[in-house]
């Protein structure tokens, strides 16, 4: 298993963290973050990751900075479960 941290590292908001198991790509949380306008702007527009190889995405509850980027991630290319 692995796991990489591409949001809440060292900030409270923007909550992502993708874990490798098995060979599947699982996303928890899928969180937006909350900030300065163009930082958020960029950080939100972006991820670490290619979301069309996300597997699997788990929220672990429904507040913004750990749902609100979901639209984002479908919109790139998250086709998984």
């Known amino acids: 298993m692995e796991i990489a ?3 809440a590292a060292q900030t409270v908001t923007g ?3 993708l874990l490798t198991v ?3 790509n699982i996303l928890l949380d899928c969180g937006i973050y909350q900030g300065k306008r163009p930082d958020s702007y960029a ?3 972006s991820f670490g990751f290619d979301p069309a190889e996300v597997d ?3 929220l672990s509850h429904a507040h ?3 749902s609100g980027n979901i ?3 479908v919109k790139q290319g998250l086709r998984g479960s």
């Open 43 to 45: 950080r939100n527009k």
């Open 56 to 58: 699997l995405l788990i």
């Open 22 to 24: 098995n060979g599947k």
């Open 15 to 17: 909550s992502q963290h």
């Open 5 to 7: 941290f591409y949001g």
């Open 64 to 66: 913004i900075d750990h």
């Open 71 to 73: 639209s984002n991630l």
